[in-house]
C-alpha cells in the first residue's frame, strides 16, 4: 500500500489550518490524479450562483425540492466525468449543481493519463517510475493546494451552499464530495458550516476524500453522512478507514447520527468519478457507488 506523500505535508497544514495536534492527517497523492475521462455529452446548463460559474443539471419536471451540490476534485466542475454524474442524478429526479470551486484554477485534465495508471498497470511500476510520478505530483500539488486553501475555498462553497438555500423552490440540500471535495463535504456537514441566512445541508455523501483530519474533520459531522471509500485507497488506509467507522459508531450511539461506511473491493483513490469503464470489475464500482448517492440522498432529503 503507498502512503501519501511527503512532499504535501506543508500543503496539508495550510489546508487544514486550525487542526488539533494529536488529529490523524491524511494527505494526497498521485492516486489523486489517476483515473479515466468517461465519454458522453451533459445535457445541463451553465449560469452564474453566488459569484461562481455552476453547471446546472434538473430533472424534467424542473423540481429543485431536493437539491444536490457536488463538491469537485482537483480537476474541476468541467471534467466530463462529474458533469455526466450529475446528469445520472437529475434523471433520479434532483437538481445537481457543480460549482466552479475553484474559480478557473483546476487542475489539467491531461494529468489523468500521464501521472499514474490504474491499478493494474500501477502495480508493475519500477521504483523509478514510482518515484518520478511522485516528484511530478509534488511540483503541481503542492503549489495548487496552498493556493486552494480551507481559508480560500470554505467562503466560497459555504456561501454557495447559503445561495442555493434561497432559491425558489429549494426545499432540502445535499452535497456530494470527490477527493478534495469529499473533505468539503464533510465539513458542510457540521452544524457551525453555514454561518449565513442559509441552513447548511440536510445530508452528506463524501467519496474518497483526501487532506481530512481524523477525527477532527468527523466529531462535529451532525446530519445523516455517507461514505464511498476503496481498500486500495493510498490515502485512506485500513487505519484510516478502521479510525472513521469507531467514530461513526460512536456518534450513532451517543448522539443518534445516521450513517454508512461502504468499502469498496479493490477500488484506489478516486473510484467512485474516475474509474475505469473498460474494466467491468472497475464499472460496477463506479455504478453501485453512484446508485449509493442516489438512494442516500432520496431517503434524506425530503
Known sequence: MYTAMSAQSGAQSGAQSGAQSGNTGVGMSSCCLSGKVHEGNPKGRVEEIAGLQTYVAEPKDGSKKRTVIFLVDIFGWQFPNVRLLADQYAEAGFTAYIPDAHEGDSIDIDFLQTVEPQLSVREQRTTVDSVAATAKTGATLGPWLLKHRE????????????????????????VIGFCWGGRYAILAGHK????????????????????VSIPADFDPVNVPISFALGDKDSLLGEKEVGQIQELME????????VSEVRIYHDQ????????????EKDKKAMDDSAQQGIEWFKKHLT
Do not use: M, W
Not at 452528506?204 to 476524500?209: A, D, I, K
Not at 450513532?252 to 447520527?257: A, I, N, P, S, V
Open 268 to 279: 484506489v483513490h478516486g473510484f467512485a468519478l474516475r474509474g475505469d469503464f473498460t474494466s
Open 151 to 174: 481559508a480560500v475555498a470554505r467562503p466560497l462553497i459555504e456561501g454557495f451552499i447559503n445561495q442555493v438555500r434561497l432559491i425558489p423552490g429549494t426545499n432540502s440540500v445535499g
Open 192 to 211: 457551525e458550516f453555514s454561518t449565513g441566512e442559509g441552513k447548511g445541508v440536510d445530508a452528506v455523501y463524501s467519496c474518497h476524500p483526501s487532506l
Open 250 to 257: 460512536k456518534k450513532k450511539k451517543e448522539e443518534g447520527l
